[in-house]
């Protein structure tokens, strides 16, 4: 089983509709039953570090392994499912705001990507993603606001943070 970040914080409890905005509330029920499968072997979207399977339910698990290998549009459909029956999983909003922007959907992607952070504000993932669509979006002073974030939560290793510094001063040039 992998260490897995995930779980909510645990703010008021959502009532399980999905439907983007309202839907706040962390239980924690995430967590994971450490199946993964994964191979190892990272897959296509390069530079994409935490798509990593480990640490999330095996529902979650099955649907990253087509996330892992660009079958967006399928992934989507299986998220969109997922996140109607676990709507205070922060990771599966991760992943249906990372896939709906691949599609080029930033308008579906942030308003994944808020509920959430406000599920898990500290969503070190998130906050990447989210930042990618800023840039994606000409928004860049709200990634770097993302950044700053991320430099607030990372001490040590944190490839979400060095993901988003590169791609921002990419942006800069």
């Not at 399980?16 to 962390?26: F, R």
């Not at 660009?70 to 990372?98: C, Q, R, S, T």
Request: charge should be negative; charged fraction near 20%; hydrophobic fraction near 25%.
């Amino acid at each position: 089983g992998g260490s897995g970040s995930s779980g909510g914080s645990g703010s008021s409890g959502g009532s399980g509709s999905s439907g983007g905005s309202g839907s706040s509330g962390g239980s924690g029920s995430s967590g994971g039953s450490g199946s993964s499968g994964s191979s190892g072997s990272s897959g296509g979207t390069a530079g994409d570090s935490n798509l990593s399977s480990s640490g999330y339910n095996s529902d979650l698990s099955k649907i990253v392994i087509k996330v892992r290998n660009e079958n967006f549009d399928e992934a989507l459909i299986d998220l969109e499912k997922y996140v109607y029956e676990n709507p205070d999983d922060a990771n599966g909003w991760n992943y249906i705001g990372f896939v709906s922007r691949k599609l080029k959907n930033f308008d579906d992607a942030e308003r994944y990507y808020t509920v959430g952070l406000e599920i898990n504000p500290n969503h070190v993932g998130i906050l990447e993603y989210q930042g990618e669509l800023y840039i994606e979006t000409n928004r860049l002073e709200m990634a770097k606001d993302n950044l700053e974030k991320l430099n607030d939560l990372c001490i040590f290793n944190c490839s979400e943070r060095d993901e988003l510094r590169s791609l921002i001063s990419s942006a800069n040039e």
